[in-house]
């Protein structure tokens, strides 16, 4: 399959990836994940982003638009690919449409995680992501086996930069601004299924199945 999730910063996107990468045999394209790695690595890509990031602000379309189209050459997202984060704005979404029909075919579902903004501080502010593999942990609703520490690797978990409580807002904002639109862009085309994000991560896992069967 060919999917999207949508909705705004700690909604349980990156959460509920890897479950429906397992189910449907799927690559998963993070362009959040893929801009830190970049930021980290000091290219000159996250060179340009890094700031932008930070402030909680959306990275310029061409960057991101650049960076899905040479991931969607990788064999492993022919047969179908998950895109997490990616398109945010009206302009990505209509770049997408391109990309996928110069290739002859086009997304089957959008998955858009609905929640209230008041229940995302507490996620956003807890939140522990191991850098390498995207995998995120929280304090309180899903803690690691041993505190501070990948429970896959071993290795320590972060903190992102982005992660506060002031930087939230701009997220936020972004969100209602930029990225809302592309929800209608894609209800018009009738492949927009409504998740109750603000569920335990079992039963939105539950509700994304049911919205994928
Ligand atoms: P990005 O990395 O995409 O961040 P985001 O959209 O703000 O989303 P998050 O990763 O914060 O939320 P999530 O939904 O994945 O939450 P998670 O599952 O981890 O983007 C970062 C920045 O990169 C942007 O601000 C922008 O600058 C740039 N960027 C990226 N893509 C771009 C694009 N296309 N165009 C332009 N710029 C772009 O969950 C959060 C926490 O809650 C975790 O601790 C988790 O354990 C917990 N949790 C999850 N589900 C539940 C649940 N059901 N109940 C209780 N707790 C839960
Ligand atoms: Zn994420």
Request: glycine share 8%; proline share 7%; charged share 30%.
């Amino acid at each position: 399959k060919r999917l999207i999730l949508v909705g705004p910063p700690g909604s349980g996107k990156g959460t509920q990836s890897p479950i429906v990468k397992d189910e449907y045999c799927l690559c998963h394209l993070a362009t959040g994940d893929m801009l830190r790695a970049a930021v980290a690595a000091k290219t000159p890509l996250g060179i340009k982003a890094k700031e932008t990031m930070e402030k909680g602000e959306l990275v310029s379309d061409d960057l991101v638009v650049g960076i899905i189209d040479d991931a969607l050459k990788k064999p492993s997202c022919e047969k179908g690919f998950i895109l997490d984060g990616f398109p945010r704005t009206v302009a990505q979404a209509e770049k997408l449409d391109e990309m996928l029909s110069k290739r002859g075919v086009k997304v089957d579902k959008v998955l858009n995680f609905a929640i209230d903004d008041a229940i995302l501080e507490e996620r956003i502010t807890g939140r522990w992501i191991h850098p390498s593999s995207g995998r995120s942990y929280h304090t309180k609703f899903a803690p690691p086996k041993a505190p501070g520490v990948d429970d896959v690797t071993g290795e320590p978990l972060i903190q992102r930069k982005d992660d506060t409580a002031a930087v939230l807002k701009s997220r936020l904002e972004a969100f209602h601004k930029q990225t809302e639109p592309v929800i209608d862009y894609y209800t018009k085309k009738g492949i927009v299924a409504n998740l109750p994000a603000e569920k335990s991560p079992q039963e939105v896992t539950a509700e994304v199945k049911k919205a994928l069967s």
